[in-house]
């Protein structure tokens, strides 16, 4: 850990500075289509959702995530139901819950660029986009185009301005049943009213008019509140399923990672200890101290001992002993007595021994000449040595 301190010094600083960049670099513009009412991004629903509020201030909105038969499935008197979305497809339930609702009294505003499913079929709706068309002229995406009520009791003459780009779709095929509500600078529907019953049904084909980019815009957010107040004074339902589906933790990461912050220290986190066990992954082990073997005193003694005679001089002592030493290992390896060889049991000995028979003879010559002397020269013990280790060999 000490050797590797630099390391996470250096990750740190990496880290740090990360951060920095981040937090000080200016954030990029998320232009995804949401439509939902916690988002802030241009194209969320937030604005709308904090002053909705204030054209219901006697009723209460419930914002949720169900579908229109599991909201429908619930109550016990007529509501409103709002729904914004790029397109609206509900189901055979979802459809005849809506219209029961409305039927019996209910109101709903649905805003989407597309409808279709059995909702579509049943109400006999069409939509289209005229960029797609050449009835009505060409068109450039980037210019500028208005809405306009109908009932200029609303407000008198009042033109709401967006980019072409995003009211470009509207209502085909009105039939008497049918009142148009606002339309666009081509005289083209894109709010209607349905009767049905006892309640109506106002249908809208720009629903990024009412996102927070166009409601916090110029006055355009009179536009969404002046659509809005169609709806009767009562209980509302928002309900965002038919653009985000459920939002439901699909995993206890979900909402970490779907928010930012906490994305990016998650992501943080997990790099931090990948880079941790990634260090501290290699083997450790302490220094193995060296253990010397234990010395052979016997052989430091006879080394010592050895010394002494040979700076005496006393070679024939030395030879003496190694004579004996020699005598010794003959008799306890091979049983044979070297004070009484013959010629049998030197030719034995030369073949236990491996040796030449003229080389054992030549040894037992010398040790025999050296045990007759008194004193012997350095030259017959080296001689003596020389023999004996070859006779060992």
Known sequence: MRKDWKYLVYLSAAILFYQAVKLLSPRDIDWSITYHNQDKNPFGAYALDNFIQSLFPKASIHKSNYTLYELYDTLTQPVNFFSISTTFEPGKEDTEALLKNIELGGNAFIAAQYFSGPFADTLSLNTSDYFFETTHGSFNQNDTSFLLFKNESLKPSSKFW????????????????????????????????????????????????????????????????????????????????????????????????????????????????????????????????????????????????????????????????????????????????????????????????????????????????????????????????????????
């Open 162 to 393: 967006y980019p072409r780009k995003n009211i470009h779709n509207y209502f085909l095929d009105s039939d008497s049943t049918t009142t148009i509500v606002s339309e666009n600078d081509l005289h083209l529907p894109v709010t209607i009213k349905i009767v049905r019953g006892k309640g109506a049904l106002y249908l809208n084909a720009t629903p990024l008019s009412f996102t927070n980019v166009y409601i916090l815009g110029e006055d355009n957010y009179q536009f969404a509140e002046l659509s809005l107040s169609h709806l009767p004074m009562r209980d509302t339902y928002w309900t965002e399923f038919y653009h985000l589906g459920r939002l439901e933790a699909r995993t206890p990461l979900r909402f970490i990672l779907t928010n930012e912050p906490l994305r990016w220290g998650y992501y943080l986190t997990v790099t931090s200890l990948l880079l941790f066990i990634l260090f501290e992954a290699k083997r450790r082990q302490r220094i193995i101290p060296i253990i010397r073997p234990l010395s052979n005193t016997s052989l430091e003694f006879v080394r010592t001992i050895g010394n002494l005679y040979y700076q005496s001089k006393d070679h024939k002592n030395i030879a003496e002993k190694r004579i004996q030493f020699l005598t010794d290992q003959i008799f306890f390896k091979h049983g044979i007595h070297i004070h009484h060889l013959t010629n049998e049991s030197m030719d034995n000995l030369a073949r236990k021994t491996g040796n030449l028979e003229a080389d054992v003879r030549s040894l037992f010559d010398l040790i025999q000449n050296i045990q007759n002397k008194n004193e012997i020269s350095e030259e017959e013990l080296k001689d003596l040595t020389k023999k004996i280790d070859s006779f060992k060999n």
